[in-house]
Antibody, heavy 118, light 107 residues
């Protein structure tokens, strides 16, 4: 059974940093691109970043470029999102998702809440 | 960036009704369009991929169509468990944008 379990969310002050993790199981992690998607409270879904199987290609939405870094550790079946210079508008539930094919997300984690507030 | 616009933003319907949600893209692409269902407090669930392909395990009352800039999601006979929010998403080019969502409520 495919499972994606996010962790690392919490309350952080504006300008602070947080590192999210996603533990994957039930599939060959190293064979898939992986993605982070976020959802602000009461709002819609926003694609944040993705990373190629070997980590050599990464893409980001403009609003997080230069502040967020996506990475992965295929030996530990884990995906990460390092978030720096956090802003109030980064407050959201962050989901880890697996693209089945071309950025079509067939499996999602339950999400982890990040709250940026003083 | 490709902008995705859904209509309507909300919809009231009854069990047994047939409903259609429309998603329009700001630029044309073939069939790289997906539909998701999300219930409160839950992660989204993939319903339709590549505009018209039904994800495994999804009931056949769900269907998708369209290409270019206009796509539709149809539920042929609403069931109680279908009341949720629906999102379209383009998988054609980065950033892989979602529509703003359509909230389907019980009339």
């Amino acid at each position: 059974e495919v499972q994606l379990v996010e962790s690392g969310g919490g309350l952080v002050q504006p300008g602070g940093s947080l590192r999210l993790s996603c533990a994957a199981s039930g599939f060959t992690f190293s064979s898939y691109w992986m993605t982070w998607v976020r959802q602000a409270p009461g709002k819609g879904l926003e694609w944040v970043a993705d990373i190629k199987q070997d980590g050599t290609q990464k893409k980001y939405v403009d609003s997080v470029k230069g502040r967020f870094t996506i990475s992965r550790d295929n030996t530990k079946n884990s995906l990460f999102l390092q978030m720096n210079s956090l802003r109030a508008e980064d407050t959201a539930v962050y989901y880890c998702a697996r693209p089945a094919g071309r950025e079509t997300f067939d499996y999602w984690g339950r999400g982890t809440l990040v709250t940026v507030s003083s | 960036d490709i902008q995705m616009t859904q209509s309507p933003s909300s919809l009231s319907a009854s069990v047994g009704d047939r409903i259609t949600i429309t998603c329009r893209a700001s630029q044309s692409f073939t069939n790289f369009l997906n539909w998701y269902q999300q219930k409160p407090g839950k992660a989204p669930k993939l319903l339709i991929y590549d505009a018209s392909s039904l994800q495994s395990g999804v009931p056949s009352r769900f269907s998708g169509s369209g290409s270019g800039t206009a796509f539709t999601l149809t539920i042929s006979s609403l069931q109680p468990e279908d009341f949720a929010t629906y999102y379209c998403q383009q998988s054609y080019s980065s950033p892989y944008t979602f529509g703003q969502g359509t909230k389907l409520e019980i009339k």
